[in-house]
């Protein structure tokens, strides 16, 4: 049906030839196109695949009564509105059953040409308003579900995808939305509609002075907007949004007939799409600037040591804008590596603050010359006399580069693994974590042999929402058969293998090989 004003089509339904020849010539010299079906099921067939705005439906037909006719049509399109007419004079009982049965309207003999006219054009203004306030509710409705989901999503790239997507749905045309990122990218997705996948590409923002606030533009040439084939579109109306002057402004390519009159959705549409995308910047610039921090916090690089090959690998959650936990640290000690990797638990800058502060201690307790059970042992007394209530786990080893000789303690942190000549092997040393008051074991010691590679890592490496820590540990042991040359390679490998496309938690690997 439409919804624009116009006149609209109307199938008139009567078996008879003279009475369908007035009623069609009433209407069409009222300015309708008309259609015509002179049996209940010509009628049935017609609607549904003609374009056809209101039926004018006869009560006496040969082969349904236009009850019937009118029940199928209202069970099959519920808005097509439908006029019952009757050449026969009918009681109050049989105009109730046609009204309740479907019909909007009931006229009997004699029909005046005004009167059908009249009628015509109210039930229509009614279904046309009713349509028109069905769309916009499902347009705000959509709306609605649009703003969640480009709000939840965890990057500006899905951002960009869930934009466009539920632009698409939720005005049934093709769209383009064109925003900025943090570092200056300009992104734009692009779909053909609903259902299509969009297609997310750099295009350059227009060179344009926009105020702060939203305006839409109509009449834009489809030729300025070329990053979509907009497959003939003669024109398109764009939304603009801008929040901040020091911000790039968001813009909206639609054509022209996604708009509603007296209906600012498109706007709106663009409004909460601005809101979303300054809201992704800051949250991309908060995490730069504590990724930045929290590297700060971490070795600045590697010692070389002679018969020693090191390597470390750190990527930081993808959707994490605090700084997290995980720490390692590698440092010479007279004739010995201090190796460690530790986890505290909880995102934040105060998680960071207890990793750097442990880190800093497992330093210092190491330089006074202590085994890693005692480092361990002191550590958890610093932990629990100065940042009560706090948890980490850690695995601490000090190794001899000539001997191959480790000494290792842990506390609650996940087995180290050791590869050689294809084989794996997990070194087990079950400790309690740190933070908790227990007895610890004593030191596990035993001997690196040469061509072996020493692995330690965090958590989010292993840890899948849809695998159990048992099947992690498989998949790493199959993936640390066999050992790359370049040490650093294997790193990057381990964590491109494993941990998933979106990682959740930080990831920290260490590797160690002894030539």
Request: hydrophobic share 45%; aromatic share 4%.
């Amino acid at each position: 049906m439409t919804v624009d004003g116009g006149q609209g089509t109307v199938l008139v339904v009567d078996d008879s030839r003279t009475k369908r020849y007035l009623l069609v010539s009433w209407l069409s010299r009222a300015g309708f196109a008309t259609l015509e079906a002179e049996s209940g099921g010509e009628a049935l067939a017609r609607v549904g695949v003609d374009p056809i705005d209101l039926v004018v439906l006869d009560v006496r037909l040969p082969d349904l009564t236009g009850f019937e006719v009118c029940e199928r049509i209202k069970k099959a399109h519920p808005a097509m509105p439908v006029i019952h007419v009757s050449a026969h004079a009918v009681d109050v009982n049989d105009r109730a059953q046609g009204l309740t049965r479907g019909a909007d309207a009931y006229l009997a003999e004699p029909i005046e040409p005004d009167e059908l006219v009249a009628t015509t054009h109210a039930v229509l203004r009614y279904y046309r308003a009713r349509q028109r306030a069905e769309l916009l509710a499902d347009r705000l409705s959509r709306l609605a579900e649009t703003t969640l989901a480009v709000n939840s999503a965890p990057s500006f790239p899905r951002l960009m995808v869930a934009a466009a997507k539920g632009a698409a749905e939720m005005l049934a045309t093709p769209v383009v939305v064109l925003a900025e990122t943090m570092d200056g990218t300009t992104l734009a997705a692009a779909t053909a509609g609903p259902g299509a996948e969009p297609v997310v590409r750099p295009w350059p923002m227009p060179t344009e002075d926009v105020p702060v606030g939203a305006i839409l533009r109509e009449q834009v040439d489809p030729a300025e907007w070329a990053v979509h084939d907009w497959g003939g579109e003669p024109e398109l109306v764009v939304a603009i949004a801008r929040l901040r002057a020091d911000r790039s402004p968001i813009y909206v390519a639609v054509p022209p007939r996604a708009l509603l009159p007296d209906a600012p959705v498109v706007r709106q549409l663009a409004q909460a799409l601005a809101a979303a995308v300054e809201a992704q910047r800051t949250l991309d610039e908060e995490h730069r600037i504590a990724v930045t921090l929290q590297r700060s916090l971490l070795p600045r690089r590697l010692p070389e040591v002679a018969g020693l090959d090191l390597a470390v690998r750190y990527e930081p959650a993808s959707a994490q804008t605090e700084v997290g936990g995980d720490f390692y640290e590698l440092v010479m000690l007279g004739d010995e590596l201090l190796v460690a990797i530790g986890d505290v638990a909880g995102h934040s800058l105060h998680a960071a603050t207890v990793m750097a502060e442990l880190r800093h201690a497992v330093r210092a307790y190491a330089v006074e010359g202590h085994p890693p059970g005692v480092i361990l042992t002191r550590v958890d007394e610093l932990m629990r006399a100065l940042l009560p209530g706090e948890l980490a786990t850690i695995c601490v080893l000090l190794l001899h580069p000539g001997t191959g000789h480790v000494r290792l303690a842990s506390a609650g942190h996940l087995p180290a693994l050791i590869s050689r000549a294809g084989k794996v092997e997990y070194v087990q040393h079950s400790a309690p974590l740190l933070g908790v008051r227990v007895d610890r074991p004593a030191d596990l010691e035993f001997v690196l042999p040469a061509g072996s590679t020493l692995v330690l890592y965090t958590d989010g490496l292993i840890e899948r929402r849809d695998a159990t820590i048992d099947e992690g540990l498989a998949a790493l042991a199959r993936c640390a058969e066999t050992v790359d040359d370049d040490l650093d390679g294997f790193c990057q490998r381990l964590v491109v293998e494993l941990a998933p496309t979106e990682i959740q938690d930080d990831v920290a690997v260490v590797a160690v090989r002894r030539r």
